[in-house]
């Protein structure tokens, strides 16, 4: 299954966009954030988070667009 999602730093602010796709995990910083030069694939997301601080939107206890719908 592909998707994607946006991984965030302690101030809630979005740094990273995260593409999934098969078993690999294409990770993308944001322009004008501390991880702009961020551009790699990796294969476990929880070590990459755990590398840099981040966090799921459902970690941080924001409401997923899904949710909304």
Same mark, same amino acid.
Not at 5 to 33: A, C, H, I, M, Q
Not at 46 to 65: I, M, P, R, W, Y
């Given at each position: 299954?592909? @998707?994607?999602? &946006?991984?965030?730093? *302690?101030?809630?602010?979005?740094? %990273?966009?995260? @593409?999934?796709?098969?078993?690999?995990?294409?990770?993308? /910083?944001? &322009? /004008?954030?501390?991880?702009? @030069?961020?551009?790699?694939? %990796? *294969? *476990?997301?929880?070590?990459?988070?755990?590398?840099?601080?981040?966090?799921?939107?459902?970690?941080?206890?924001? %409401? *997923?667009?899904?949710? #909304? #719908?």
């Amino acid at each position: 299954m592909n @998707y994607l999602f &946006n991984l965030f730093n *302690d101030r809630k602010e979005p740094v %990273v966009t995260v @593409y999934k796709k098969e078993s690999l995990y294409f990770v993308k /910083g944001l &322009n /004008g954030t501390q991880l702009e @030069y961020v551009n790699t694939k %990796v *294969d *476990d997301i929880e070590t990459f988070k755990l590398s840099f601080n981040l966090h799921h939107a459902e970690e941080l206890g924001q %409401v *997923d667009l899904f949710e #909304l #719908l």
